[in-house]
């Protein structure tokens, strides 16, 4: 099946710090990639919309300037936290978008859990 | 917001019952898919059921849709301790994004 995967799997930094984290579809193409954030014991919340080649398209209440996003190629997109702070800490998870004649599907990476301090 | 809300919050059965689970949601919708994650794990897709579909099984789960409800259910049969996780909902709208619910904690006691 599809594989998707996300750089790094945790991180710790300080508070003030930007952070990049990397979303990479292994074996397919997707034009669109999503990207979620999770508190612990909470559900996934969308926080923006990823699509190849535009601009993201963000969640209401989602800050822009804080979570930057770039999707540069159908294989990568990245989210930078900038000037993360301790409430930034959360665990990240990316999907894309696979689309092919027969099925329109999200494939999910692993998550990468930040913590700041 | 478009998340949707499930019930119960958590989930205690012993081994070998059947666990059932709610997920409620406010927008109309193009499927519905339910997914597992493991405590601090990526998402592992269960099954996906369209918006005109009623009812779909996959080995022990069935789901259910009741769009005049705005609803869905996942039955799991014969549970086993593996089946431990969280489970939630995912209400799929337009440009395939999607909206989890609020997730349903499973506890399946050996």
Redesign the interface.
């Known amino acids: 099946g599809a594989v998707v995967s996300q750089h790094p799997s945790w991180v710790i930094c300080k508070s003030g710090t930007s952070v990049k984290i990397e979303c990479r579809s292994l074996d397919f193409q997707a034009t669109?990639m999503?990207w979620?954030r999770q508190f612990p014991?909470?559900?996934?919340?969308?926080m923006a919309?990823s699509n190849e080649g535009s601009k993201a398209t963000y969640e209401q209440g989602v800050e822009k300037d804080k979570f930057l996003i770039n999707h540069a190629s159908l294989t990568l997109s990245t989210l930078t936290v900038t000037s993360a702070h301790p409430e930034d800490s959360s665990?990240y998870?990316c999907?894309a978008?696979l689309r092919t004649q027969y099925k329109?599907?999200?494939?999910?990476?692993?998550?990468t859990?930040l913590t700041v301090l | 917001s478009q998340?949707g809300e499930e019930d119960p919050q958590a989930l205690s059965i012993q081994e070998g019952e059947n666990a059932t689970m709610n997920c409620s949601y406010k927008t109309s919708i193009n499927n519905l898919q339910w997914?597992r994650q493991n405590s601090?794990?990526?998402?592992v897709?269960l099954i996906?059921i369209r918006s005109n579909e009623r009812e779909k099984h996959s080995g022990r789960l069935r789901v259910t849709l009741d769009t005049s409800k705005k609803s869905s259910s996942l039955l799991i049969t014969a549970s086993r301790a593996a089946d431990t996780a969280s489970y939630?909902c995912?209400t799929g709208v337009t440009?395939?994004?999607?909206?989890?619910?609020?997730?349903t904690?499973l506890t399946v006691i050996p």
């Open positions: 669109t999503f979620y014991k909470q559900s996934l919340m969308l919309t665990f998870i999907s978008r329109d599907t999200q494939y999910f990476g692993p998550g859990r | 998340q997914y601090g794990r990526g998402l897709h996906l939630f995912a440009g395939n994004q999607f909206y989890f619910g609020t997730g904690s």
